[in-house]
């Protein structure tokens, strides 16, 4: 599968900003998707991932309450709608695919997404 995220840019704290991540290839629905991001001189991590049929999400302590996860099969694209949007946001944000066969598991390591989009920057200024 071939995953291209789009939707980053410049916004003010407090402001909101949706990624989107567009797949092709394979069944998008035979995968769990997820979101990372990658501040400069830190490692890359979690924000949110969903489940095959979109009914089960998971979210870093981070961002709970603040972000959206979610996914249109039909569409073939996986969304992040981020509001509330703080300094520490400040990142370049990934979309990531991994082909399972559990319907309602969401995954939460980089190890265990085997694709990997291009990467898109997400800039919070105050």
């Known amino acids: 599968v071939q995953l291209q995220a789009s939707g980053g840019g410049l916004v003010q704290a407090g402001g909101s900003l949706k990624l989107s991540c567009a797949a092709s290839g394979r069944a998008f629905s035979d995968y769990v998707m997820g979101w990372f991001r990658q501040a400069p001189g830190k490692e890359r991590e979690i924000v949110a991932s969903i489940n095959r049929g979109g009914g089960t999400t998971y979210y870093a302590d981070s961002v709970k309450g603040r972000f959206t996860i979610s996914r249109d099969n039909a569409a073939n694209t996986v969304f992040l709608q981020m509001s509330s949007l703080k300094l520490e946001d400040t990142a370049v944000y990934y979309c990531?695919?991994?082909?399972?066969?559990?319907?309602?598991?969401?995954?939460?390591?980089?190890?265990?997404?085997?694709?990997w989009g291009q990467g898109t920057q997400v800039t919070v200024s105050s």
């Open positions: 990531a695919a991994s082909p399972t066969a559990y319907i309602r598991r969401t995954f939460s390591r980089a190890r265990e997404y085997d694709y």
